[in-house]
């Protein structure tokens, strides 16, 4: 059984940058790994994924300013994002699943509880 802890969100003016951090607990050897994240009143998107190799993978909405990231040695799968604007603003989960085809058709395994991340103009 794996676990997923997110952290890092918070609430920050537009333009600026939050890294957000998930620490899994358990075996998550061969998992692809990615982040989601649900605005108010909208569905639930994918946002960045990455394989245990470590190539990530982006979605449209996360293409230029959001950097995902995994430390092998740490376990901690990070998401970055830069250049923060109010749109922005949502619950942002970990997610974690065998297949990356099933994280980024919205059914991963594994979800932790989510960060949220407020962004003000």
């Known amino acids: 059984q794996v676990q997923l802890v997110e952290s890092g969100g918070g609430s920050v003016q537009a333009g600026g940058s939050l890294k957000l951090s998930c620490a899994p607990s358990?075996?998550?050897?061969?998992?692809?790994m990615g982040w989601f994240r649900q605005l108010p009143g909208k569905e639930r998107e994918a946002v960045a994924g990455?394989?245990?190799?470590?190539?990530?993978t982006y979605g449209a909405s996360a293409k230029g300013r959001f950097n995902i990231s995994k430390d092998n040695a740490k376990n901690v799968l990070t998401l970055e994002v830069n250049d923060l604007k109010p749109e922005d603003t949502a619950m942002y989960c970990c997610?974690?699943?065998?297949?990356?085809?099933?994280?980024?058709?919205?059914?991963?395994?594994?979800w932790g509880q989510g960060t949220q991340v407020t962004v003000s103009t």
């Open positions: 997610a974690a699943d065998p297949s990356s085809y099933n994280l980024w058709h919205g059914s991963p395994k594994y």
């Open positions: 358990g075996d998550t050897t061969g998992l692809y």
């Open positions: 990455i394989a245990s190799g470590g190539i990530p």
